[in-house]
């Protein structure tokens, strides 16, 4: 059965600390993305993948950065965590072209203090 | 700016009672998907809707291209179908880089 699997599930960070958040999926897929969800503004593309080695930034992608070292993982890490970044986010897998369901994992709900 | 625009942002209804979901784009998209997500849960694909009307058991998704815009219908609600429902568009780049609506919050009372 498809998967996104994210960890950790909670995170409490201090101001200023680096924090890595991981996703790994085992659906095959060559596209991975990185979602935050706020409360007013929905769903944000921070970063997404087009296969290993590649990152690309999305909508708001300033304080964070991504890797993705292999077709099954992706992390987003915050090099230096604020509270403004306190947040759930969503992990996501999905194809290039056409249509192919878009898998999401179950968010990571971070808070920075 | 808001690429995408979900309406209502709130709605209550009772059970058996029909919902009608609406979304509209800013740009042209050729990519339309409609989400559900618990709250504090994982987003799930509920319809994938290019153009046309679309039916999943009692979901029924109808996408106008041209005019932009797509809407969910829910037919016989059920108290378990509370939640957030989301649509999502994906602006014609082929990578499936979806932009989200902020949700409708459906709740439905006994």
């Known amino acids: 059965e498809a998967a996104v699997t994210q960890s950790p599930r909670n995170k409490v960070a201090v101001t200023g600390g680096k924090v890595t958040l991981s996703c790994n999926q085992t659906n095959n897929h060559n596209n991975m993305y990185w979602y935050r969800q706020d409360t007013g503004h929905g769903l944000r593309l921070i970063h997404y993948s087009y296969g290993a080695g590649s990152t690309e930034k999305g909508d708001i992608p300033d304080g964070y950065k991504a890797s993705r070292p292999s077709q099954e993982n992706f992390s987003l890490i915050l090099e230096l965590a604020t509270p403004s970044q306190t947040s759930v986010y969503f992990c996501?897998?999905?194809?290039?072209?056409?249509?192919?369901?878009?898998?999401f994992g179950k968010g990571t709900r971070l808070t920075v203090v | 700016e808001q690429q995408v625009q979900q309406s209502p942002a709130s709605l209550v209804l009772q059970e058996a009672e029909n919902a009608e979901l609406q979304c509209s784009f800013s740009i042209f998209t050729n990519q339309v998907q409609w989400f559900y997500q618990r709250p504090g849960g994982r987003l799930v694909s509920l319809l994938y809707n290019p153009s046309g009307t679309k039916q999943s058991g009692r979901l029924t998704s109808t996408t106008v291209i041209k005019e932009r815009r797509s809407s969910l219908h829910i037919s016989s609600s059920q108290i378990t179908d509370s939640g957030t429902y989301l649509c999502?568009?994906?602006?014609?780049?082929?990578?499936?880089?979806?932009?989200f609506g902020k949700g409708t919050s459906l709740t439905v009372i006994p």
């Open positions: 999502a568009m994906e602006p014609n780049t082929g990578y499936q880089n979806f932009y």
């Open positions: 996501a897998s999905g194809d290039v072209g056409g249509y192919t369901e878009v898998f």
